[in-house]
């Protein structure tokens, strides 16, 4: 990635999280920015430089072979559950709040009886292997260090 989009990927990330933000009209705005200053679809050196989950998918597009790739960017039945999803979280908006004491958060959840310390589950997957030696062992592995249902 060249100095010129590494400086622009700081600053979009710095507008993100100020309070600047806010007054400019909330979290649709830095994708406009991105789109127009070339940064979608560039791919980041580290995870570091992620300023949204949706960055790490040009990376996955160069580093996995074009199967494997295609196979975790489609659903079954003509992508109906994937269209559903997108569609679903169309409706959830982050509101930001900026100068609130958030040392002390609270994120845990009660589902089925057990307290669990965040409401991140770790949902049915499969086909893992193809992705990493380790596959579903791997995940499993990190949901249980986090405690993550």
């Not at 990330?13 to 994708?31: E, I, K, M």
């Not at 300023?51 to 992508?79: M, R």
């Not at 589950?121 to 499969?126: K, N, S």
């Amino acid at each position: 990635m060249s100095n010129t989009l590494k400086d622009r990927r700081r600053f979009v990330q710095f507008l993100a999280a100020s309070p600047l933000l806010g007054a400019l009209g909330g979290f649709a705005w830095p994708d406009r920015l991105l789109a127009a200053g070339g940064l979608r679809g560039q791919s980041i050196e580290s995870a570091d430089h992620a300023i949204n989950v949706f960055d790490l998918e040009a990376v996955a597009a160069e580093s996995l072979p074009p199967a494997h790739f295609g196979y975790i960017q489609t659903g079954v039945d003509g992508d109906l559950t994937l269209r559903a999803n997108e569609k679903a979280f169309e409706h959830y908006y982050l509101r930001p709040r900026r100068l609130v004491d958030v040392s002390r958060i609270d994120t845990s959840v009660s589902l089925f009886g057990k307290t669990w310390h965040s409401p991140i589950a770790l949902c049915p997957c499969g086909s893992q292997g193809a992705f990493d030696t380790d596959g579903e062992i791997a995940s499993a592995r990190a949901a249980r260090g986090k405690d993550h249902l």
